[in-house]
């Protein structure tokens, strides 16, 4: 047996190309058990998030099994697989071990030393956990990877400075705006993005504050603790003639804004200016919305240039981090191998 990882991130692969290979939590089921039958491996987790898609799996053998994920991706979502190959990597142990703690510890990530991602990552688990395709090995695995996250976090200074794609939103509003006291902030969503999102806001002097969700009775908790107001869904268009900021941060698949709604929004507004960021994947809001006059639209790939300050002294901390990583992780090797569950590296 042999721990592989394919993926994608946002340095190989473009928002347009991981937005289509975003696996959505209805259809997480179906993934996982697909993965298990099709490549036929005892243990799968599939990690999926608005900067990177990877499907760790435990191999019983290696020959043709990176081609096989990678049609499985294709098959599943429906792309044809040679706008894969340029933008795919693959590993095997221990490369593939040392991969996985290095997400989990936030030094993988756009804005490297993030904490959301150790989040992700015992999400990811979790689900996999609770569908059964996790065994012996996949549980020390990321029992041990989680642990390298917390002791990297706990005996560096390389989350020190760090922000995470929320406050990196937030700095992009800045820009645009002196101040945040007289703006109405409307966010789409009411998950943990959108309660980040709001929390940075609210920490600028933001006062008025919109939440939008599919379900407004999940959006009640989230406008309550911030002080702000539900909004429903079927009462977004006169949203859009109030707010001066939108966030879009939900799990939707598809655009929960058109550029049709926002052009109709803008002439009952006046052309007052209005700028959103988009931060989810797939994206919430249509690219094109960014055409229309005094619109300023940006997604989690534009926040990218944002993300590299502070990236110094983050990177100064690497090589600590480097050292736990690898103490971890052949720890965790020993113990498998003497177990006989892994093939020696």
Known sequence: MEISVLGLNHRTAPVELRERLAFQDQRLPEALESVRREIGVPECVILSTCNRVELYTLLPERNGQKSKLTDFLSR????????????TYWHLQPDSVRHLFRVTAGLDSMVVGESEILGQVRDAYAKAVSHGTV?????RLFQTALRAGKDVRSRTRVGQGAVSVSSVAVDLSRRIFRTFSSKTILILGAGQMAEATITCLKGQGVRSILVANRTPEAAVPLAQAVGGQVVPFTELDAALIQADIIIGSTAADHYLLTRLQVQQAMGLRRQRPLFLIDISVPRNLDPQIGQLENVYLYDIDDLQGIASSNLQMRLNETESCAQIIEQQMDGFLSRVAGHGELVEP
Not at 76 to 87: A, G, N, Q, V, W
């Open 76 to 87: 599943f979502h429906d792309i044809e697989p040679r706008l894969l190959s340029d933008h």
């Open 135 to 139: 065994g012996g090995v996949f549980h």
